[in-house]
């Protein structure tokens, strides 16, 4: 049987990647310092979101109607919006410095998952004129 080799798209270039990534990788060292109780509940939470954000911006990036996919990863980092709000308020942070690196670093994912979302559309606009 022969073997269909199917090319993902590249995403290591990508902004958006690395900024979520970067995250992803705050977000598992942060959770370490989280006292049990928390660290186990909302910071397992957290931590399965920040890495939800990474394959959904895998996946977006590797198909041709990007626009479905873009709006489901819009609706994700809103809700790891929601989680790291509520680890501040429980005070799950150790700090304020390391909540505040967090939500900048989401807000900074919710920008740029605009913009894509901004260009996709414009791209099927585009591709909608060239079919007539």
Not at 39 to 44: P, T
Not at 60 to 87: F, P
Request: aromatic residues 10%; contains cysteine; glycine residues 4%.
């Amino acid at each position: 049987m022969p073997f269909l080799f199917v090319q993902m798209a590249r995403y290591e270039h990508l902004p958006i990647y690395k900024k979520a990534i970067d995250l992803a990788v705050y977000v598992e060292n942060a959770v370490r310092g989280f006292s049990r109780y928390h660290k186990y509940s909302i910071g397992a939470d957290l931590r399965n979101l920040s890495r939800r954000v990474v394959t959904l911006i895998i996946s977006a990036n590797s198909r041709e109607d990007k626009l479905m996919a873009l709006m489901t990863l819009r609706d994700t980092i809103e809700e790891l919006k929601i989680v790291i709000r509520i680890c501040k308020e429980v005070k799950a942070f150790r700090n304020f410095s390391s909540f505040q690196y967090a939500a900048e670093s989401v807000v900074s994912l919710g920008r740029q998952t605009e913009g894509w979302i901004k260009s996709a559309q414009q791209n099927t606009n585009n591709r909608t004129i060239i079919k007539r």
